[in-house]
């Protein structure tokens, strides 16, 4: 990879590793409100013998749609509007984007870390 900082020179892997950081950091401004979780859309039948929902073939009621996730161990569900379910659904998709770019970061540190202690290492033997 060619640096225009570096008067035509390739970039060292510590380099191309500290650009794909700054990279990273900034996908992260343009992540919105982040939420955990996820978004269904429920069909259910109700039990009523003479309903659609027990017909053949049935026709179940719905779409409804819930909001599930973890809390203290213990799966909580709330129902949502359609309009809810859109911003939730977002805030997720958000979520997901952000533990991605964090994991992605973790990975590229981990690489110049090595790099950084060798080159210490080096440093301190001389």
């Not at 013998?49 to 819930?66: I, L, S």
């Not at 203290?72 to 991605?100: C, F, G, H, M």
Request: with cysteine; charged share 25%; aromatic share 8%.
């Amino acid at each position: 990879m060619v640096d225009d900082n570096l008067e035509g020179q390739m970039a060292t892997p510590l380099e191309q590793y500290q650009q794909q950081y700054e990279q990273l950091k900034a996908e992260l401004v343009d992540i919105g409100f982040v939420c955990q979780g996820s978004v269904l859309e429920r069909y259910t039948s109700c039990g009523n013998p003479n309903c659609r929902c027990q017909a053949d073939p049935p026709q179940r009621h719905g779409p409804y749609w819930q909001w599930t996730r973890k809390v203290a161990a213990k799966t909580v569900t709330v129902r949502l509007s359609p309009e809810e379910a859109v911003l939730y659904q977002q805030w997720i998709d958000n979520n997901r984007r952000l533990r991605r770019i964090v994991a992605d970061m973790d990975k590229i540190s981990t690489k110049a870390r090595k790099i950084l202690l060798a080159q210490a290492a080096k440093a301190a033997s001389k």
